[in-house]
């Protein structure tokens, strides 16, 4: 099988060669402590991994804003980022570090309305190229799934969140819902009017909104409010895509969400990912709750692989009765942070694509209990 072959049989429950698995990169700051050890962030290692043409960069505010720094001293840059956010940043791991958000580019309906006229244009040509239908094209024919994901901008949350800060976002859900109704159907009309212009020239594999919208401990919005506001939202750009044929659409969402899941799963999203085991998201909790309606990927604990071998052994073997059972495409719940090492790295791969080849001529003893709809009726 090709990986977009592979890709297609592995959500759709039928037999595959392997299963599929997909590597996340490091952090900055991990891949510069791998040089030493031969890591060429350019070129980086094969390690059997599936191939995917994954575009996220379409999305966002366009002309950017132009960096421009305010203040700035030994420890600490005070600067305008391509968002338009001020924020505060540490000199010594700008990447890996948290800055400190200082002001949004929107406090009031007058700045949002100038900020989405100004930058949230749907003008393909200018936000991927003149070429633009040509290099839609070239990626197409590719044999390998071809994924958009809206990241940072294509969402009900997530963007709102880039807009006002997350504080103000939070309360505007009840000081003025209305404008919080107003942002998000301007962002479903920018991503319908995005995808569409899309559609007309190649289809697509999967579709991912990008949201970001839960802690440690829970997520930021309650359910009764994302169903009230987000659910509409989702759905009427879910029907659009699907009436694209665009058979696979999902969301990005970090921390704990199982809250959640009912309500994006009635608003007809069919998969999920990253999963953070350490925001207490179990893949194989979640395919238990749902059944196989809802595809997972990611899910595979990322603090293993500073554990050595035999810890990442452990959490490949946790995770073996999903990839067997399929609807399931493993990957570490985040980037590669620097308390890793790169042959721990490289041995996680290797170890990855073995258990992706035996869990394809070994069915998963789980499978005929998790074949239905699942606990949650769906």
């Known amino acids: 099988m090709n990986a977009l072959q ?16 997909w590597i996340w990169g490091p952090w900055p700051e991990t891949a510069e402590l791998w040089r030493p050890h031969g890591y060429n962030p350019d070129r980086p290692p094969d390690l059997g991994d599936d191939p995917r043409t994954n575009e996220g960069g379409w999305f966002f505010p366009h002309p950017p804003f132009e960096h421009r720094v305010l203040e700035e001293d030994a420890a600490h840059v005070l600067y305008v980022n391509h968002e338009g956010i001020l924020m505060r940043e540490r000199r010594d791991q700008p990447m890996s570090s948290m800055p400190q958000f200082v002001k949004f580019p929107v406090e009031t309906r007058e700045e949002f309305r100038r900020f989405w006229r100004e930058r949230m244009q749907p003008d393909l040509a200018k936000r991927i190229g003149p070429d ?51 942002m998000m159907d301007a962002d479903a009309d920018f991503i319908i009017a995005m995808m569409s212009q899309i559609l007309d020239v190649v289809s697509i594999d999967a579709f991912g909104f990008w949201e970001d919208m839960a802690y440690k401990t829970a997520p930021l919005l309650s359910p009764r409010l994302a169903r009230s506001h987000m659910l509409p939202r989702y759905r009427r750009v879910v029907d659009f895509l699907r009436g694209r044929g665009v058979p696979f659409v999902g969301l990005d969402s970090d921390g704990r969400v199982d809250q959640l899941i009912p309500v994006w799963m009635d608003a007809g999203l069919n998969f999920l990912y990253p999963f953070e085991v350490q925001a207490g998201m179990d893949v194989l909790a979640v395919r238990r709750k749902y059944g196989r309606g809802l595809r997972l990927w990611g899910g595979v604990d990322k603090r293993a692989l500073a554990h050595g071998r035999g810890a990442i052994d452990a959490e490949l073997e946790r995770v073996r009765p999903l990839i067997a059972e399929g609807g399931f495409i493993p990957h570490t719940d985040h980037s590669i942070p620097p308390d890793v090492a790169y042959e721990d790295f490289l041995y996680y791969g290797r170890r990855m694509r073995e258990v992706c080849e035996e869990a394809a001529s070994s069915p998963s003893p789980t499978q005929a209990a998790w074949s239905g709809r699942g606990e949650a009726g769906r």
Do not use: H, K
Request: glycine share 6%.
């Open 132 to 182: 633009w239908r040509e290099q839609l094209l070239a990626r197409r024919a590719l044999p390998q799934p071809f994924i958009i994901i809206s990241d940072r901008w294509g969402g009900f949350f997530g963007p709102l969140r880039n807009l006002t800060g997350v504080q103000r976002l939070c309360t505007l859900f009840y000081d003025d819902a209305d404008f919080v109704d107003e």
């Open 6 to 21: 592979r890709f297609y049989a592995c959500l759709n429950y039928e037999p595959v060669d392997r299963a599929p698995f």
